[in-house]
């Protein structure tokens, strides 16, 4: 599954938290109070779409609980050497789930 955006990556992962040892995520309509951060661990997302974020932000702790704190750390120094935009309306990176997370 490739989520676009950090909401969609909640969403999806509420979901999953809902349906509990389901197999298959059924439709369903709830609030979520999800917090994301190292340690979580993913259940339905496997790749996501997503901003540069702004630092020292709960967006940096989802994206670090996802793809690794040492490979954002490296993603946003190479983002900023290649003067990239950052924000709501800056660029946007496609990251896939670390093995180690």
């Known amino acids: 599954v ?22 298959v995520i059924e439709p369903f309509q709830a609030d979520t109070d999800i917090f994301i951060y190292p340690g979580f661990e993913f259940k339905v997302v496997d790749a996501m779409f997503t901003n540069f974020h702004l630092p020292e932000s709960t967006l940096i702790m989802l994206i670090s609980a996802f793809a690794g704190r ?32």
């Open 2 to 23: 490739i989520a676009v955006g950090t909401t969609s990556v909640r969403s999806l992962e509420s979901a999953a938290l809902h349906a509990d040892k389901a197999e």
């Open 70 to 101: 040492d490979n954002v750390l490296k993603a946003y120094a190479e983002a900023i050497e290649q003067e990239y935009r950052f924000y709501s309306y800056g660029d946007s990176m496609f990251i896939e789930k670390s093995i180690n997370t």
